[in-house]
């Protein structure tokens, strides 16, 4: 079911939930250029729901050739459907989609809490960094990489890599990271105000996130 939309972006403070045709196609037995040219047909009424946007990429079956591909938000993709025959896999398809929608929609919504919530201790941790008795000019940076590689599993430079240039690295966090994020952010400032030094600060984040990551529940 994860296939049957996705978010248009890793930059989660921009990202949008999306369907595309190709998928309404695949997953309602129908031909996609069918379906495209439905949504060509109708694109006035569909975009009085919203911009439709598409992109030009090529697919497994387009022989290197790049084919429009229309990406549709929920009410654009429901109102697709019911111009659709009310076939069964259309009506399984749709109540599949309609939870996939939700999911992700719900995963913005938790993201974005997290994320204000991050914002209000960003002065904290940066007061407690600047203050910290083993302070340098290189502190500020490399706790927030060792925030980031411990919250993610990943370098830095790996989780950077997931946006554009410039987009500030916890807004390309998932919500689960960056929940994870706010709880070692959140350990390392005593840590800081005690005086530690960033050797014993990191292990102390290392540890706790893997003891996190091995306690935490299969799905």
Not at 11 to 38: C, F, P, Q
Not at 94 to 103: G, T
Not at 109 to 122: D, I, L, S, V, Y
Not at 190 to 209: V, W
């Amino acid at each position: 079911m994860k296939d049957l939309a996705f978010l248009t972006s890793p930059d989660m403070s921009k990202a949008e939930v999306v369907t595309n045709h190709v998928v309404i196609a695949k997953y309602a037995g129908l031909n996609r250029t069918s379906v495209r040219k439905l949504i060509d047909n109708n694109i006035s009424d569909l975009e009085e729901l919203g911009k439709v946007s598409f992109e030009m990429t090529t697919l497994d079956d387009s022989r290197g050739q790049k084919v429009k591909i229309y990406q549709l938000n929920r009410n654009q993709a429901m109102l697709l459907i019911t111009w659709l025959d009310n076939t069964e896999p259309v009506r399984a398809f749709k109540l599949d989609l309609v939870k996939r929608f939700d999911e992700l929609e719900k995963t913005i919504q938790t993201w974005t809490k997290e994320r204000a919530a991050e914002k209000a201790t960003t002065r904290s941790l940066t007061d407690a960094v600047q203050n910290w008795e083993h302070t340098n000019p290189h502190a500020q940076s490399n706790f927030r990489k060792l925030l980031t590689k411990c919250a993610t599993g990943s370098p830095y430079t790996k989780v950077q890599a997931r946006g554009d240039k410039g987009v500030p690295m916890v807004d390309l966090l998932t919500a689960e990271e960056l929940q994870k994020y706010m709880r070692l952010k959140a350990l390392v400032i005593p840590l800081l105000e005690l005086g530690e030094e960033y050797n014993d600060i990191k292990a102390t984040l290392e540890k706790y996130a893997t003891k996190k990551a091995v306690n935490a529940p299969q799905q």
